[in-house]
T-cell receptor
């Protein structure tokens, strides 16, 4: 079955630390890839997406992600996190259809 | 509207009660999705509408779950004879494209607690 794995369930960082959240998926065909963020009390919002082309994609608020096809991975990175990045982050895969398969999410807490 | 609106935000139902959850998508969006998010999990797909047509209901967990979008805008997810395992956040999302490869805009969800 198609699945998405986010290995880090909880991450705690100090401000200015670098962030990398892992996302791996199991699907052999063409996929569209997304990272969504949910700030406390808010709805899911798109951070960035990959459909095709340059495997390094840049999103809002200084986030970027790299698609590595051979590793079935789409890891999210940010060089220097801020307290306001405290949120839950979801990786989602769209395996050639209209519906997303989400990972279980990573709760990030940034200490001021 | 400014975004996807869902109501109620919170619903407590007694086991066996029927509930109806409402979603107002972004105006003009042809695609509408329902997802279920259990505690500590990511959202899981329930059903998909393209305008008023329900094209995919493969994720609905049982025949107690029913969704409709009769005029191609507002959608209602109905759960009959609620059970404790139905407790979850129900998310609605819409997009302005059909098929894949587009951003979905999510509502804040309805948190259903079955007691």
């Amino acid at each position: 079955a198609q699945s998405v794995s986010q290995h880090n369930h909880h991450v705690i960082l100090s401000e200015a630390a670098s962030l990398e959240l892992g996302c791996n998926y199991s699907y052999g065909g063409t996929v569209n890839l997304f990272w969504y963020v949910q700030y406390p009390g808010q709805h899911l919002q798109l951070l960035l997406k990959y459909f095709s082309g340059d495997p390094l994609v840049k999103g809002i608020k200084g986030f970027e992600a790299e698609f590595i096809k051979s590793k079935f991975s789409f890891n999210l990175r940010k060089p220097s996190v801020q307290w306001s990045d405290t949120a839950e982050y979801f990786c989602a895969v769209e395996p050639g259809t209209y519906k997303y398969i989400f990972g279980t999410g990573t709760r990030l807490k940034v200490l001021a | 509207g400014a975004g996807v609106s869902q109501s109620p935000r919170y619903k407590v139902a007694k086991r066996g009660q029927d509930v109806a959850l409402r979603c107002d998508p972004i105006s003009g969006h042809v695609s509408l999705f329902w997802y279920q998010q259990a505690l500590g999990q990511g959202p899981e797909f329930l059903t998909y509408f393209q305008n008023e047509a329900q094209l995919d209901k493969s994720g609905l967990p049982s025949d107690r779950f029913f969704a409709e979008r009769p005029e191609g805008s507002v959608s209602t997810l109905k759960i009959q004879r609620t059970q404790q395992e139905d407790s979850a956040v129900y998310l609605c999302a819409s997009s302005d494209h059909t098929g894949g490869g587009t951003e979905a805009f999510f509502g804040q969800g309805t948190r259903l607690t079955v007691v």
